[in-house]
């Protein structure tokens, strides 16, 4: 079993920043994705951003102007770097994770960390 354990949410002024870190634990031998979703109350839960084990990454156009995500093979741990945050930033985040040990593959969600921007 994989567990995620996400960190770095709160509450923000308009135009600051944060840094959200996920962690997986388990038997890890590869990672092959993990990403990073977010949800605001009243809406569908909706990718972010996403990044392969080996390095490519997407961002959602939306954001990728302000937010990068980057990936620790050696820590199991992926980031998630927004800046000139909006309000229309909160919600909370999510992190998933694919990835393999030596006989199977698994994927997870994170319980979610609450990003906050307001005034």
């Known amino acids: 079993q994989v567990q995620l354990v996400e960190s770095g949410g709160g509450l923000v002024q308009p135009g600051g920043s944060l840094r959200l870190s996920c962690a997986a634990s388990?038997?890890?031998?590869?990672?092959?994705?993990m990403a990073w979703y977010r949800q605001a109350p009243g809406n569908q839960r909706e990718m972010v951003a996403h990044i392969t084990g080996d390095g490519r990454t997407y961002v959602d156009e939306s954001v990728e102007d302000r937010f990068t995500i980057s990936l620790d093979n050696a820590k199991n741990t992926v980031y998630l770097q927004m800046n000139s945050l909006k309000p229309e930033d909160t919600a909370v985040y999510y992190c998933?994770?694919?990835?393999?040990?030596?006989?199977?593959?698994?994927?997870?969600w994170g319980r979610g960390t609450q990003v906050t921007v307001s005034s």
């Open positions: 998933h994770s694919d990835v393999s040990g030596s006989s199977w593959t698994y994927k997870s």
């Open positions: 388990g038997s890890i031998v590869t990672i092959n994705s």
